[in-house]
């Protein structure tokens, strides 16, 4: 049977009309589909194929995630910094159900008047995120699947800024790092151009009769350490091309992509026929 991998990467990407319909243009072809959750913070897994699972139901649809993929793979002690030390569990605790329309219970832990951790279980109370909180602010998490620990999220002023991703040991296998840069861009349009970008500062030359507006922003990006043999990747596209070029290399498949992912992701997959949703 011939076969297709949709690579995710956010969210946003799993609510796009185009994933559904490739998707389901792929099963009309009698094609296996699986979806590889690629996401880095992995308390978005859970949502994700609640999200799926709502969009398609097929047993040709599997659904895996990094985590899933290295749970197999060596790797290294994490750290005491880095570990997740759930210390709060003799505090007082409030007991809420989740929002989202699921059976998961929020568990908040209070200490002097403000919530210093969250868990939330699903209806059995097995653990799906526990998350530590300084001024109402994240400053540590870990994310579990089936009871196991599978990643570890660190938070800078409340934003997610470092990932660990862990195998089915818990032993660290991946580290991204979040880091910003200075993007820079450029619009140039004719004057008579209904589309028109009213927060920008606009400049116009009279000789084109061409409008040009310039934005710029600070963009996130990853890099990627491997804690197995030390190679270290400079950006989260060149580390997908390596993670499902290795993963995937004996499964003979059509890559699905994210459309806004295609310009940073290309570059590290000449040789491979990458498709678009």
């Known amino acids: 049977m011939k076969q297709a991998i949709f690579l995710v990467t956010s969210l946003a990407g799993?609510?796009?009309?185009?994933?559904?319909?490739?998707?389901?243009?792929?099963?009309?072809?009698?094609?296996?589909?699986?979806?590889?959750?690629?996401m880095v913070q992995f308390d978005e897994y859970e949502t994700a194929k609640q999200l799926i699972q709502s969009l398609v139901k097929s047993s040709r649809v599997q659904v895996t995630s990094l985590a899933e993929l290295v749970s197999k793979k060596p790797g290294i002690t994490v750290t005491a910094k880095d570990q997740f030390v759930a210390d709060y569990r003799e505090l007082e605790v409030k007991q809420f159900s989740a929002t989202d329309n699921t059976d998961n219970v929020i568990l908040r832990y209070v200490a002097d008047g403000d919530i210093v951790a969250e868990e939330i279980t699903d209806a059995a109370g097995q653990l799906i995120t526990a998350t530590k909180i300084s001024q109402n602010?994240?400053?540590?998490?870990?994310?579990?699947?089936?009871?196991?620990?599978?990643?570890?999220?660190?938070?800078?002023?409340?934003?997610?800024?470092?990932?660990?991703?862990?195998?089915?040991?818990?032993?660290?296998?991946?580290?991204?790092?979040?880091?910003?840069r200075h993007v820079t861009y450029d619009y140039e349009?004719?004057?008579?151009?209904?589309?028109?970008?009213?927060?920008?500062?606009?400049?116009?030359?009279e000789k084109t009769d061409e409008v040009s507006y310039h934005l710029s922003e600070e963009r996130p990006y990853y890099e990627v350490v491997d804690h197995v043999d030390f190679h270290r990747f400079n950006s989260i596209f060149e580390f997908y091309a390596e993670f499902i070029s290795t993963e995937f290399a004996d499964v003979p498949a059509s890559l699905f992509i994210d459309l806004n992912d295609n310009p940073h992701f290309a570059a590290y997959m000449q040789q491979l026929l990458i498709f678009n949703y």
């Open 14 to 38: 799993i609510k796009k009309l185009t994933f559904k319909q490739k998707i389901k243009m792929l099963l009309n072809e009698n094609i296996q589909i699986t979806v590889l959750l690629g």
């Open 137 to 180: 602010r994240p400053v540590s998490a870990a994310v579990y699947e089936d009871g196991k620990q599978i990643g570890l999220l660190h938070y800078t002023d409340g934003k997610h800024d470092e990932s660990l991703l862990l195998n089915g040991a818990g032993e660290l296998v991946y580290r991204f790092i979040r880091h910003n």
């Open 189 to 205: 349009m004719q004057r008579t151009s209904k589309m028109a970008f009213t927060n920008l500062i606009s400049e116009t030359d």
